[in-house]
Every structure is written in C-alpha cells, then in structure tokens.
C-alpha cells in the first residue's frame, strides 16, 4: 500500500452563490519514497486535496490514508508523522524567524533545548541567518514563505505536504528549495506537492496528477503525459510579419490541431502527426513560397502543452487530443 | 539531534522522540507554550500594553473625578470613589476579555492557525494559551487600577483576604468570559467584526447595571434589568468583599443578595458550557 493514500474524495462547500464541488471523487495514491506533483487550474481542488490529508479538513465522504493512519479518524496520528507547508505562509508576525521555529519544535513536544537547536539549524539551512532575531512582521514575502516551509520540517517527517511552495520565491531560491526537496527526496522523504510551475513539476515529480473540478482527469510520469498529448509540435518563426498569414495556412494544413500564434505573428506552432517528415514538408511548402524564415524547428510538448490540452478548452470545443487524453 | 551539523535539513532519520509525553504533561506544555507566544506579542507591541495600561488609570481618573460629586447625594456615609472602584475593575476586565475573541480572529485570518492545526498538538491548548495570555494581560490592568484607585483615596475596608477574593472573582469572571469571546472570535469573518459587536453587547451589559451607579437610581426598566444583570452580580460580588457598598442597600432579588454566588456559578457555567464548544469548533476551524 502506498504512503499516501485517498479514494473517492469528495468535498463541497456552499456558498452564496453557490454550491461547489471542490472535490468530486478524488483518488491518489503516492508511493513511498516518491514525489507526487499536483497540477491544474485555479479552483481545481489542489488546496482541498492537501487540506484533507495534512488533517485540515474533514471530507465529506471519501478515506485517506497517510502511512496507514486514517486522516478522519486519528487526525493527531497523522499530524506526528508528517510536515505541512500551505499555500499563505501559517507563520507568527510577532515572533521572530527563529522564534517561530521554535515554537513548532515545542508543539511537536522536542523540548525547548532541542526546538531551539533545530530551529537554528533550519534558519541557516534556510538562509535566514541574517533575519533570524527580527520578527517576522518585517520579511518580505519570499523570507515568511521560507520560515513556513522551515517549519514544515522542524520534526524531521518522513512525509512532506507542501502547497505551492515556490510560489513567490525568488529563482535563486526557488533552485535552492528544489535542491532541498531533492535531498529529503533522497533521503527518503515522500513528497506531496502543488505548484502552478509546469517546470516545477518536471523537475521533482516523479509522478503527476492533473487535476481539474475536483477530480485527477490524467496520471503519469512527466513522459507519459506528454505522450497522452500526443505528436511533436513544429514552430516555426518568420522573419516578416506580413508573411505571418501565408505561413499560419500552410502549418494548417500541415497540423493535426490548433495553431498557436504568439510575438505578434511571427511564431506560429501547430501539434503534428508525423515529426520529422512533416517539419520537411512545412519548410519545403514554407521555402515555395519565399518565405523567409528566422528560426523553425520542432519541439517535444512540454508540460504546458499537457496542461492547456487538458484542462484549456475544455468544453469550449471538441478537440481530439482532449478525447484521447480522458 | 544538535551534533548534527549538516546544512541540509535531513530528514532522513524520520521525526524525533518525543520529550514530552502523556496527554496532561503535553496539555500543560503546549498551553504554556501558547501562551508564550502570546505574551510575546504583548512585548513586541508596546501599544497594547499601553492600552492595557493607560486604559484603566484613565476610566478610574474620568469616573470618579467626573461623576464624583453629581452621585450619592446626601447619604453621608456614601464615598463615591470606594463604590465606584468595583465597578470600573468589572467593566476593564469584561471588556478586556474581548481580547480573546479579536485574537482568535486574528490568527484565523493571518493563518498561523493552520500551523497549529497541523501540529500533533492538544486540542485545546490553542484556546488555554489566548486566554492564559489575556488572564495575564487582565491582572496588569487589575493592578494598575488597583494603585491608581488607593493613590486617589480608594480604600477596601474588609481586611485584605476579603479584598483579594474581590479581586480573584473579578478575575475569575473575566477569564470565563474570554472563553465566549474566543469563541465568537472563531465564528466572525474579521478581527473588526468582533470588535464592534462586543462593543454593542458589553456597553449595555456593563452601563444597565449597578457598575456606576446603584441600581435603583437608574430609571425603573432599566433598575430591573440591572438587578438581574450577572455583570451586577459581579460587581456587587467585588464591592462587598472590598466593603464598599458605602450604605446601598442589595436589591431583593436572589442574585443581588448572593453576588459572589451568582458571579462563581455563572463563571463555572460559562466554562462548562463554553470550554467545550470552544475546543469542538476550533477542530472545524481553518484560516480564511
Ligand atoms: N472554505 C471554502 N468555502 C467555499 N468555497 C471554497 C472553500 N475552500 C475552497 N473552496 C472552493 O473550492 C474550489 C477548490 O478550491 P482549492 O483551493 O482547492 O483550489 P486550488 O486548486 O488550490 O486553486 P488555486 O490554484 O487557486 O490555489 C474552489 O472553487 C474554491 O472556490
Ligand atoms: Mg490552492
């Protein structure tokens, strides 16, 4: 059985305006040792999901498992075993840095000589040296989102809920997290993640689960779901602008889907069926007609194109890929 | 743990051992703990504890230098001051209990709750630290008032164990009350919301009463109410342990005549009755 473990989640809030179905039968499962990545639109129950195992939540129906404790029914066994991080930094403004670690070491009953040891520690693991004896009232966003994810492993859990953790970081901090999530990863750490960076998925997750209105609508290795999407796209960019309509009808006639036009009309890119023998053609029919080009090439699809084929148009229109992806 | 001097945070070993076991010692500690977190709010904003500080010299001045003369007639035997005192003691630490409810709010609204709620800590300890906190903050005002009241005159005159169960009924009371107030803290949707509609209740709650003046100088309705008001109870409770009553005769309704009774059990029955909803809805709560 896995580490984390849910089936048939469901949860709906009512709302003035409404009832909504933050999840509506959601199942997950992530292997020990793994990354789980969750990915999808705003509103999809990525938030909800998290809630529900890190025992924030009750669901309305629906079991969750994490390390075969039963979230509902021994929500404090949960709570020992694993580290929570949300996605607005749950940190004091009053208490400083290290004093906030602190205080999470002492309610996860280390003693005081042994909370302040630690929180030392991740304060400089962290970065935060400089900071750690001011209150937090005075950090900037990136700083408070660092001392939260601190405190998500103040008791050293071998499972980790972190809810867009990158959010609001700095590059040269999100690298430094991500290193950090690939050591406890490594360490043996089971990982539960959220993240509107596509990139960020590709990077950790072993696993990704797209997930839109409440339930995960596709699964997989980073590979496999850019499979799922399907054939390679050619891009193609022109060095005029007046040639940008010439050159979108010849690549629709070559695609197998929709165009995607961007820099004002000179980057056209359309998914294909057969890559290479396509890109030729493109370029031949593309040469025929003098236009002159700047660059052009063919890309595997990217996470990006994983989640827009997904969750993007749904509903709106009836596109293929979509059909073969759910 | 501490010989570890890695500078990944590592994991790897899983969670630490607990040094704090069993469900009182982890109930004490993490109250404690809470409560320290508190406290240090206090102390990194000096302007609560100006504000718990200037507030009540401030009232005990106003009433008494104020209202002093205008109350009391011609009963010789009536000091206005020594009356008065009970009084403004129940309102600061009625009203202080409000404190508890705002908290909540707060925390709910910046999210630090979520934290705790995460943690492997006791249910309760959360709500036993705010009001801890603000028990704490309440016996600054106590005293404060307490010196401003004798440096104006104020004299308790049952002898000082008689005075000091005055002081631990106000005490008492307030602390009970903090626990409605948490828990209204943790049903409105904004730290405002709570501040204005304890306002509404308790300047009603604290004015119809016998805090200011006795009750049967209030016009008819508003005397009954007063006399029934568990704030008067209090109140009166407080004034005769300090033996001030100056000559006012109870009014002949069962709470009036036995005030400290009626204060303690309505103390005991607001922790009996709000202890547990309190600790019921903070498992429900999350952060907005
Ligand atoms: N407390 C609540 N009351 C009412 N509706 C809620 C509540 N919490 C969540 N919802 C609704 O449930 C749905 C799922 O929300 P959730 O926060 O899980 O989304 P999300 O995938 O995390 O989105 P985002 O990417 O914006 O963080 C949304 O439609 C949201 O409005
Ligand atoms: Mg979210």
Redesign the pocket.
């Known amino acids: 059985m896995s580490i984390i473990e849910a089936k048939g989640l469901t949860k709906t809030?009512s709302?003035r305006s409404g009832t909504?179905h933050?999840l509506a039968g959601l199942d997950l499962s992530v292997p020990e040792g793994t990354v789980k990545g969750l990915l999808?639109p705003?509103?999809?129950?990525?938030?909800?999901?998290v809630k529900v195992l890190n025992t924030l939540i009750k669901p309305d129906s629906g079991t969750a498992t994490v390390d075969s404790i039963d979230v509902v029914n021994d929500p404090q066994g949960v709570r020992r075993v694993i580290g929570a991080s949300g996605?607005y930094a749950a940190v004091d403004e009053n208490l400083t840095g290290l004093e906030n670690l602190e205080m999470v070491g002492r309610l996860y009953h280390l003693g005081i000589k042994r909370s302040r040891a630690r929180a030392k520690e991740l304060i400089e693991a962290f970065d935060l040296t400089a900071a750690g004896n001011r209150p937090v009232k005075g950090f900037s966003g990136g700083m408070r989102r660092r001392i939260d994810l601190a405190g998500a492993l103040v008791n050293r859990p071998r499972i980790l809920f972190l809810d867009?953790p990158t959010t609001g970081l700095d590059p040269a901090s999100r690298l430094g997290l991500w290193e950090t999530i690939s050591d406890l990863v490594r360490g043996g750490t089971t990982v539960l993640l959220?993240t509107?960076y596509l990139e960020e998925a590709d990077y950790l997750a072993d696993h990704i689960s797209v997930?839109d209105s409440g339930h995960v609508i596709a699964e997989g290795t980073s590979d496999e779901l850019k499979a799922q999407v399907g054939g390679h796209r050619v891009v193609v960019t022109v060095a005029d602008e007046g040639d940008s309509q010439q050159a979108q009808d010849i690549l629709r006639h070559h695609g197998a889907g929709k165009l995607s036009v961007s820099d004002g009309g000179r980057e056209i890119s359309v998914v294909v069926d057969q890559g290479p023998t396509t890109l030729q053609a493109v370029l031949s029919d593309l040469g025929n007609a003098q236009i002159r080009l700047h660059d052009a090439g063919m890309q595997r699809p990217t996470l990006d194109d994983v989640f827009l084929t997904l969750t993007g148009h749904k509903a709106a229109q009836d596109d293929d890929t979509e059909q073969e992806a759910s | 743990m501490t010989t570890q001097q890695t500078s990944t945070p590592a994991t790897a070993q899983g969670p630490f051992e607990p040094e704090v076991t069993g469900a009182f010692a982890t109930w004490m500690a993490d109250g404690w703990t809470v409560t320290w977190r508190n406290l240090n709010k206090v102390k990194r904003s000096p302007d609560m504890l100006i504000f718990a500080v200037l507030q009540p010299i401030m009232f005990v001045l106003l009433f008494s230098q104020v209202f002093g003369g205008a109350i009391g007639g011609d009963n010789p035997n009536f000091d206005y001051t020594d009356f008065l005192m009970a009084g403004i003691f129940a309102q600061t630490v009625v009203f202080g209990s409000t404190f508890s409810g705002a908290a909540m709010a707060q925390d709910l609204k910046e999210g630090i709750i979520d934290r705790f709620r995460t943690l492997p800590m006791s249910p309760s300890a959360v709500l036993v630290g705010r009001t801890n906190a603000d028990l704490a903050l309440n016996t600054i005002s106590m005293v404060i008032m307490i010196l401003t009241g004798l440096a104006i005159g104020w004299r308790f005159e049952n002898g000082v164990l008689s005075f000091l169960g005055g002081v631990a009924l106000l005490m008492l009371f307030s602390y009970s009350f903090s626990w409605v107030m948490a828990l209204l803290g943790m049903m409105v949707k904004t730290p405002e919301t709570i501040n204005n509609a304890s306002f509404m209740i308790l300047f009603p709650l604290t004015f119809i009463s016998n805090a200011f003046v006795p009750a049967e100088s209030l016009p008819k309705v508003f005397g009954i109410i007063a006399n029934w008001n568990p704030v008067s109870a209090l109140v009166q409770g407080a004034r005769e342990l300090f033996g001030n009553t100056g000559g006012t005769v109870a009014a002949d309704t069962w709470p009036m005549q036995n005030p400290v009774i009626t204060a303690i059990i309505g103390s005991v029955l607001m922790l009996l009755i709000f202890v547990p909803l309190c600790v019921k809805k903070f498992g429900n709560v999350s952060s907005r």
């Open positions: 809030y709302t909504v933050a999808g705003n509103g999809a129950g990525k938030t909800t999901t996605q867009e959220t509107q997930i």
